[in-house]
T-cell receptor, first 111, second 113 residues
Framework: DQQVKQNSPSLSVQEGRISILNCDYTNSMFDYFLWYKKYPAEGPTFLISISSIKDKNEDGRFTVFLNKSAKHLSLHIVPSQPGDSAVYFCAASAGNTPLVFGKGTRLSVIA | DVKVTQSSRYLVKRTGEKVFLECVQDMDHENMFWYRQDPGLGLRLIYFSYDVKMKEKGDIPEGYSVSREKKERFSLILESASTNQTSMYLC????????????FGPGTRLTVT
């Protein structure tokens, strides 16, 4: 039973355009959501997070949107750069329980 | 900066061997975690620890055990390695709360032949 779903295994975007990565969840108790970025042969690095009391959080080129009624969040990267090419993981937690990760989406930014 | 280090980047072991993967964090974090990452399966939690000598099973604990004798060190043990344990193993730590931002080590690519 997958509680956090990233339905697109891969995404290809032109440099300078917007990248939109999507994540759906099923557990209505989730109250904190995070995005991680992972390069090959490296550990994931934290990118941005959002609490369930908010619907948007922005950090530079990265913005996360949360739609609680749809149980959906998305990560927008504007403008996309070749260095953004990586695997992106969505994660969620409910109170003091460990993070639950999605399977990841591989983003390729084409110059 | 938080630093999480793992004892080996690459490891090759034979079936049936006992394997130790070590993880050390330098920021006095309470919580530590072990994951494995496999293509198409994402990050799956094996075990976690919220205090010294405390451990909890994650989603896929079978075939693994852990040890946390000191706050900064969390070891993953494969009692008898099998080929289906070939994977990328990632250690992480977090300061406050199990569901908050985690800091990951670089990973250990384990191959069991």
């Amino acid at each position: 039973d997958q509680q956090v779903k990233q339905n697109s295994p891969s995404l290809s975007v032109q440099e300078g355009r917007i990248s939109i990565l999507n994540c759906d969840y099923t557990n209505s108790m989730f109250d904190y959501f995070l995005w991680y970025k992972k390069y090959p042969a490296e550990g994931p690095t934290f990118l941005i997070s959002i609490s369930s009391i908010k619907d948007k959080n922005e950090d530079g080129r990265f913005t996360v949107f949360l739609n609680k009624s749809a149980k959906h969040l998305s990560l927008h990267i504007v403008p996309s750069q070749p260095g953004d090419s990586a695997v992106y993981f969505c994660a969620a937690s409910a109170g003091n329980t460990p993070l639950v990760f999605g399977k990841g989406t591989r983003l390729s930014v084409i110059a | 900066d938080v630093k999480v280090t793992q004892s080996s980047r690459y490891l090759v072991k034979r079936t049936g061997e006992k394997v130790f993967l070590e993880c050390v964090q330098d920021m006095d974090h309470e919580n530590m975690f072990w994951y494995r990452q496999d293509p198409g399966l994402g990050l799956r939690l094996i075990y976690f620890s919220y205090d010294v000598k405390m451990k909890e099973k994650g989603d896929i604990p079978e075939g693994y055990s852990v040890s946390r004798e000191k706050k900064e060190r969390f070891s993953l043990i494969l009692e008898s390695a099998s080929t289906n344990q070939t994977s990328m193993y990632l250690c992480a730590s977090s300061l406050s709360g199990l569901g908050t931002e985690q800091y990951f080590g670089p990973g250990t690519r384990l191959t069991v032949t």
